[in-house]
């Protein structure tokens, strides 16, 4: 059995208010490319379709087009569980009618956790179990049990899954969770405070294979086979380092082999530093220039319309930081005295530009007095 394993799309997202619909299309056919090319045998997507319970509507009609040329013009079966930023009974309307179709989709948690035996085209059949993101208080009330966290609830879920019998076939748990140890990403939206989300690896180390969602970087943790495909596409610029990918997992004899095939975003998302004058310098040949961009610019003079020019050159820059002004000393310590120091400088450099002139010293004096003021309404 040959699948390919994916999660996190987060159709919908936006980053720094830019629409990625555009940038989901484009990574979401090289999927379907990777899954006709490789003829696997299903496709697993581990929760978080959406970026948000109620979806624009561009976003499912980029989920329809998708699931249709899956399902229906290559006849690849697909499982897709809800994340924790699904809707989840939205996400499974009319789940029932589509798994004659070959579509299957767990939204919401029932009390009897599906069994989904697919076949191979050559070799071994397999048993998926979909396990959709559930809050502890939602597993204690279908199960009528004490589970107070996370661990807890997964612990119920995995014990139904040990109990079924596969008679012999490989069992595959898809599910959308933290494991303790994982390396997170600013895009990830935390299950819950104070670490009572984490779940330890050690709960799948019977199953053949995991294929878990919620975590933006690919890894595994515990195991090979408990593993977390990553998002398609960055999203955020603390995953500027990542390396996109899918998952390709085939299970042949007892054995698990995994492969992770690279993704290749329309646009790269990334962290560019430096002054301005070499940044505008360099721009025009950067092969990167229509990268989504956050600049941190070293100078430490103020700007006119620093985010206007850098736009001239890299369109799609959206976020600026002037580390330059901010950086006090080599640490940079960012206290309260430091902010108004540098507060009075930009003012000044500013006016500078702008009037040919310096301020004189009444006029720093009641600039002084005036930043002094505003801070005191701060506190």
């Known amino acids: 059995m040959k699948f390919l394993h994916t999660s996190d799309w987060h159709l919908g997202r936006q980053i720094h208010n830019q629409s990625l619909l555009e940038d989901q299309e484009y990574v979401l056919e090289q999927i379907i490319q990777i899954a006709q090319q490789r003829q696997v045998d299903a496709v697993i997507v581990a929760g978080d379709i959406f970026d948000r319970s109620v979806p624009p509507s561009n976003a499912v009609k980029l989920l329809d087009d998708t699931l249709d040329k899956l399902v229906n013009q290559l006849s690849i079966p697909v499982i897709l569980i809800a994340g924790n930023h699904d809707g989840a009974q939205r ?16 939204g919401t948690l029932g009390q009897q956790i599906p069994a989904i035996k697919l076949d191979a085209k050559n070799g071994e059949s397999v048993v998926f179990y979909p396990l959709p993101y559930a809050e502890p208080a939602t597993v204690r009330d279908v199960y009528e049990c004490e589970a107070s966290s996370h661990q807890q609830a997964m612990e119920v879920l995995v014990e139904q899954v040990k109990q079924h019998d596969s008679e012999g076939l490989n069992k595959v748990v898809i599910g959308h969770c933290f494991l303790d140890g994982g390396d997170e990403s600013e ?7 104070g670490g009572a989300d984490k779940i330890s690896p050690t709960l799948f180390e019977d199953f053949s294979y995991v294929a878990l969602g919620h975590l933006h970087g690919p890894q595994y943790k515990g195991a090979q ?3 977390y495909s990553g998002s398609p596409l960055k999203y955020s610029f603390s995953e500027q380092h ?12 007892g054995e698990c082999n995994i492969e992770l095939v690279a993704l290749e975003a329309k646009r790269d998302v990334r962290i560019i530093e430096g002054y301005l004058e070499e ?15 956050m600049v941190r610019l070293s100078d430490k003079s103020a700007i006119l319309d620093a985010m206007g020019k850098l736009r001239e050159v890299y369109p799609n820059v959206l976020h600026l930081e002037r580390t330059g002004l901010m950086a006090g000393d080599k640490k940079l310590e960012l206290n309260r005295e430091h902010i108004k120091k540098g507060e009075f400088d930009m003012f000044t450099d500013f006016f500078d530009q ?5 301020l004189s010293p009444e006029q720093q004096e009641l ?7 505003l801070h005191r309404g701060d506190q």
């Open 91 to 106: 996400l499974a309307f009319a789940s029932r009618q589509m798994r004659e179709s070959g579509l299957y989709i767990s």
């Open 187 to 193: 895009s990830e939206r935390p299950l819950s405070i």
């Open 225 to 227: 086979q408990i593993r």
């Open 242 to 253: 990542q390396a996109k990918s899918v998952t390709v997992v085939e299970l042949s004899e």
């Open 279 to 293: 940044l505008l310098a360099s721009g025009s040949a950067d092969a990167g220039r229509e990268d989504y961009l």
């Open 354 to 358: 702008v009037s040919g002139e310096s």
């Open 367 to 373: 600039l002084k007095q005036t930043i002094d003021q």
